[in-house]
């Protein structure tokens, strides 16, 4: 694994030396521009954020129904399980009363027929069939349930932490591009490049005049590519 890193290291840097000045000139044209596109279709943006925080509620809201369905039904189960638990223990106690009562009378025929019907499975059997005809005979108190809101909850944050982030990076974009820009200019007047430089700067102050449309603030930008591919 380290052998596979070294050498995509390697070639990473290799690529950084072999980018001409030129192309790396216009990257930052190219990257400058990019910046004051998003900005400026910065409502759009966030209007799209917003939209996937109502997905995502919905979503939550889908997943928390069904959690709280399954709980439901899980409930019901338990209880209806209970129920035939109840009524077979309840069989139980009466056949093995009568079973005494038939052996001390020495009817063997009678005997046989309880003791059959003691049989757990055939128990088992009868108590669902009388719970199933009859439930609300038997079904007495069903436990009510601890809704969950933990889809709802967890999505609805997630969402109005996408949104609020959104807009704290899209207001910080201008800055960013002032100061990539002003670190272009410095760059470019260090390397004599007066015309570059003094391009860049005027790019660097226009991120920071409020207001300005985005073809305005875009041609300094227009105006940089152009030169950076021409000369």
């Keep these: ?119 757990e499975s055939k128990l088992i059997e009868a108590a669902t069939k009388a719970v199933n005809e009859n439930p609300y005979l038997y079904i007495f108190k069903i436990k009510p349930i601890t809704k969950t809101k933990f889809f709802d909850n967890t999505l609805g944050e997630a969402g109005k932490f996408l949104v609020g982030e959104t807009k704290d990076f899209i207001k910080a974009l201008p800055y960013i591009s002032s100061v990539l820009n002003g670190y272009e200019a410095g760059k470019r007047f260090m390397n004599g490049e007066i015309v570059g430089g003094s391009l860049k700067l005027v790019e660097s102050a226009v991120s920071l005049i409020p207001g300005v449309s985005f073809v305005p603030s875009i041609l300094p930008s227009v105006a940089s590519l152009i030169y950076d591919c021409t000369k």
């Excluded at 690529?15 to 409502?43: N, R």
């Excluded at 954020?49 to 899980?74: C, H, L, P, Q, Y």
């Design 1 to 119: 694994m380290k052998i596979f890193l070294s050498i995509f290291y390697s070639l990473l840097f290799a690529f950084i030396i072999c980018i001409d000045k030129k192309t790396e000139d216009i990257s930052s044209d190219l990257g400058s521009a990019m910046l004051k596109g998003i900005y400026h279709a910065g409502d759009a943006i966030v209007t799209g954020v917003k939209g996937v925080k109502e997905i995502s509620k919905i979503i939550g809201k889908v997943g928390d129904s069904a959690v709280n369905t399954a709980k439901k039904i899980g409930t019901v189960y338990m209880a209806k399980t209970d129920a035939i638990a109840n009524v077979a223990a309840t069989k139980r106690m009466f056949l093995n009363a009568a079973l005494k009562g038939y052996s001390m009378l020495s009817d063997k025929t009678l005997y046989y027929k309880t003791l059959e019907k003691l049989d």
